[in-house]
């Protein structure tokens, strides 16, 4: 099943603009991760927001998490060419298989910046 | 460095073989996972293991099965191969407290 979803599906800035990009997810999570994917490449862990947390910052990465609207946004600041990938949100539900968590990613945002 | 690393980058094979993919990771991570990427849908777990010679299915486990003989290696074989299996094939590993997975490069499987 499908829980978090990305908007937009797609965006294209202008370099050293900023990226806004959205997750929704549907029920209870400990946590939600954000990834990005080179084209044709496995994905690479960004950051992760706990449940109990708001806001985290990671050099240029800046995510907020408001539980209420069971949504998160992913703020890329002073874009760079580099930053050209497909970003996913992840939901770990908060009832979630012992031993191995269980993430559920989003369809993903394609984001492409241009020079 | 935590390296995953997936057999093979491209793959071609015929409607009703049985394939091989193979995923090993360096880091002793006691939670390895199976998905697929499809354009539209985003990532869907087929299989995942939490401890070796265990296997637990996912979301779509239909057409796929596991094996997991050694803590580092964790197999995803289709038994017979159709062209609806045709897709990106992502192997992660997690520590068993972790949080956050780790990916190989991916294998693009073609189904022909």
């Known amino acids: 099943s499908q829980q978090g979803e990305e908007d937009p599906q797609a965006l294209s800035i202008q370099e050293g603009e900023n990226a806004t990009m959205n997750c929704s997810y549907k029920?209870?999570?400990?946590?939600l991760q954000w990834y990005r994917q080179n084209s044709g490449r496995g994905l690479v862990h960004l950051i992760l927001?706990?449940?109990?947390?708001r806001e985290k910052h990671s050099g240029r990465l800046r995510v907020t998490l408001d539980t209420s609207k069971k949504s998160s946004s992913l703020l890329i600041t002073a874009s760079r060419a580099a930053d050209t990938a497909s970003y996913f949100c992840?939901?770990?539900?908060?009832?979630?298989?012992?031993?191995?968590?269980?993430?559920?990613f989003g369809q993903g945002t394609r984001l492409t910046i241009n020079p | 460095d935590v390296k995953v690393t997936q057999s093979s980058r491209y793959l071609v094979k015929r409607t009703g073989e049985k394939v091989f993919l193979e995923c090993v990771q360096d880091?002793?991570?006691?939670?390895m996972f199976w998905y697929r990427q499809d354009p539209g849908l985003g990532l869907r777990l087929i299989y995942f293991?939490?401890?070796?010679?265990?296997?637990e299915k996912g979301d779509i486990p239909e057409g796929y099965s596991v094996s997991r003989e050694k803590k580092e290696r964790f197999s995803l074989i289709l038994e017979s191969a159709s062209t609806n299996q045709t897709s990106m094939y992502l192997c992660?590993?997690?520590?068993?407290?972790?949080?956050?997975?780790?990916f190989g490069s991916g294998t693009q499987l073609s189904v022909l």
């Open positions: 992660a590993s997690s520590e068993p407290t972790g949080e956050k997975l780790f």
């Open positions: 029920t209870s999570i400990n946590n």
């Open positions: 927001i706990r449940s109990n947390e």
């Open positions: 992840a939901t770990e539900p908060s009832k979630g298989i012992q031993g191995a968590q269980k993430l559920v």
């Open positions: 880091m002793d991570h006691e939670n």
């Open positions: 293991s939490y401890d070796v010679k265990m296997k």
